[in-house]
């Protein structure tokens, strides 16, 4: 019993230890995605602002075209960019931060859930053992013993079954836990290489076009 | 006169709107850079703590070393990506958004600069004429009227060489505000292009790995 009371300990351990990191990890991938979000939002208002521009409709505009012309272009470019980041930061909402949220909410949840039931029947078992044990040794608590002997099994049988499901929780955590850590990261990396893989494409595609005629603009 | 009144008019108006729509681009392009300079931030934070997850020492951790070694390697993937996050942002913050900043500082500061003087100058040459119309026609006044005379004239000159100035710089603000507004954008494409270059041989290198390594611990 001491034994399976210490085991306990260390695997308790380990659970506070792993939601207290879950929760961290969770607070860092959520400031990512954040940082992800913002950044699709002010390479919108990048984009909105270079197509104003051309409704400033500047009096001595002139020699404006070509200028008006590359700029509506490279607002496009920057607003597909600006697709490019709101799809990445959706991934890393779907795919990095939920599965997360999902292991805290569920396996770690559980954990403490099935930690209080353990608790109650713990709890009530023992209360069971002292009303017993505190009976006096009459004839006439005949009925009365045998109810609390009932009781006691009762209590026992139930706490029985509820230290079972709390400690293969607490096994099954040390298996989940792993993918529970892996999975998030498979998604950021996912998410990074798609982002990376069109990224190449548009600059090398449209920007580099543009590159090369603003380069002849400036030059002239 | 009321012509060149009408034509300043006009380069004003434009200088004004230029002003304005400087500021409201400077602080798109400052925001954008922002969202960057988080996002480093926020990734480095994130490679640090995939890092800590192995100083945690999980009592149960058996079976961690493949899942510590994977986050370890993944955290200097992470890592690598926040050098160019960081790069990304720098180059933002030398080539975008510091050409505009100087270009408000120099270029239009300039021009309000020189209009002050300009009034100045007007008032000058304008309270001269004053002084010199309400000038009574009396013999004894002939040494002061030639001062007046002397003072209209080098008022004159100067209201015109601090119009010349103006007009100048006002001139000249219609070729720089082209360069002032295409050199950004050039900065920002060039940053994009080396990012998204880096980035695409970090993925293609690394992550690949990290992917199809975690895949497989992942379906055990």
Redesign the interface.
Known sequence: YSLTRSLLS??E??AG??TE?TN??LQ??Q??F???S??G???E??S???L??EK?N???GK??E??IS??QN?AK??GE?NSLHSELANQMADSMVFPLIQFREKDLTEISTLKEIFGIATDEHEAAMVKYSRLPKKKENEKLKADLVKEVAYTRRKQHQASLQYYCALNAL?YRK??A???P??G???A??S???K??E???KK??T??SS??N??QK
Request: charged share 20%.
């Open positions: 260390v695997f351990e380990d230890m792993l990191y961290q990890l860092s991938m400031r990512v954040g940082a992800q913002e950044m939002l002010a390479t208002q990048l909105q602002r270079l104003e521009y400033k500047f009096a001595l020699g404006d070509e200028v590359t700029l490279f470019s920057v960019l040390q792993r993918v850590m892996l999975e990261m498979l950021y990396t996912q990074q290489i982002f990376f893989k990224g190449i548009l600059v090398s920007m580099d543009f590159l603003v380069s603009m400036m």
